[in-house]
Structures are given as structure tokens and as C-alpha cells.
């Protein structure tokens, strides 16, 4: 689709997340053997990206744009709390997102090279972590667009309900000799692990 001669931020946004979309679906292609589908999607549609770049870059010389903030990692298209939906791109970050956006194409059309991508150095991009992470930025963008909380209440007060869970159980421990205490590391709270918990029971 036709884009905006100048990167606005909320479109420059939405750009990113479907581009992760876009090449996660290149990846899957590959991932299911259909390696001539996905030569054919990524010539249509990977390599339009970058002249989406190209365009914004072209235009948006000698717009005064605002100073560029610290990214927060490679593609991602989550917005800060910073962003303003109608600011214009600066050129900096255009420049740093088209590089980034060259490589990642770079990485994903080379898995085709390989017999099988899951033992190859590229396997990282078949990994189930990096289809979880992209469910989840498509879902913080959804609930952004329809200007609803970036966490579902019923999450917060679970999350609530274990940190409390949390607390009573470290109180209760506390009064037992260090032989009687158990001995478990700390580890991230899960929604689905807790749920499935004794504690939630």
C-alpha cells in the first residue's frame, strides 16, 4: 500500500510491526517446505520495505524533526510512552530502521540455503520465543489502537493475587529455622504457570 511521503510515527509503527509480520510468514513458508512460495512472497513484498525507507528518507530532508530517543532493540515496533502518534520520524532513527530492516531480509531469504533451517545458524528465526513475542506486539497494538489498557484487568488482578500469594508464603517461611525453609529460586511470574499452580487453587 501507498504510504505517507513523510514517516509519520504512528504509520512509521505500524510499518514495523508488519514487517515482522510479514517476514515471520516468509519464515513459516520455509519452515513448511514451500521454499518457491516464499522466494515469491519475499520478491513481492519483503523487498518493498526498503523502499518504503527510501521514500521517507527522500522526503523528509530538511525537516526539522525532533531528537532521536534511545531504541529499545532491532524492529521493534512497540511505541514508548514518549511517542506521539502525529510526530514525523527523525532521520537518524529512519536511517538506523532501514539498515536493521536490510539485514533481518538478509537473514530470513538466506534460511531457503539450507536443507534444513532448524540445524542451520539461522534456526533462532524458526524458534517458538520469537512467534510468542510477535503475538504479543500484535496484541499490545490492537489494544493501543482501540485505546484500551496495554494489560487486560483480569491480568493485573491475578498478577496482584500472586504477588500477595507470593508475600503470605515468604511470611509464613520466615518464621521456620533456615533447615525447615525450602530451598527455590526466584523466577519470572507467568500467567499460564500460575494458573496452573497450587496457588491459584
Not at 533462532?124 to 484487568?153: G, T
Not at 515468604?170 to 527455590?184: D, K, L, N, T
Request: aromatic share 8%.
Amino acid at each position: 500500500p501507498a504510504v505517507n511521503s513523510l514517516p509519520v510515527r504512528r504509520e512509521f509503527n505500524a510499518t514495523l510491526l508488519r514487517f515482522r509480520l510479514d517476514t515471520q510468514y516468509y519464515v513459516e513458508l520455509i519452515a513448511n517446505h514451500q521454499e518457491l512460495d516464499a522466494l515469491q512472497f519475499g520478491q513481492r513484498t519483503l523487498w518493498r520495505y526498503p523502499d518504503i525507507f527510501d521514500t521517507w528518507l527522500e522526503h523528509s530532508l530538511g525537516f526539522a524533526a525532533p531528537a532521536l530517543h534511545p531504541l529499545n532493540g532491532a524492529l521493534h515496533s512497540e511505541p514508548s510512552a514518549d511517542d506521539h502518534d502525529d510526530d514525523i520520524v527523525p532521520r537518524d532513527e529512519l536511517k538506523l530502521k532501514r539498515a536493521e530492516i536490510m539485514q533481518h531480509i538478509t537473514d530470513v531469504a538466506a534460511l531457503v540455503a539450507y536443507p534444513d533451517p532448524r540445524k542451520s545458524t539461522l534456526a533462532y528465526l524458526l524458534s517458538q520465543e520469537r512467534r510468542r513475542e510477535l503475538a504479543e506486539a500484535v496484541n499490545a497494538a490492537i489494544l493501543r489502537s482501540m485505546k484500551f489498557p496495554r494489560e487486560p484487568a483480569m491480568v493485573t488482578l491475578v498478577r496482584q493475587l500472586a504477588t500477595t500469594s507470593a508475600y503470605l508464603v515468604g511470611y509464613r517461611s520466615s518464621s521456620r529455622s533456615p533447615e525447615e525453609r525450602p530451598q527455590s529460586s526466584r523466577q519470572p511470574w507467568v500467567l499460564g504457570a500460575f494458573v496452573n499452580s497450587d496457588s491459584f487453587a
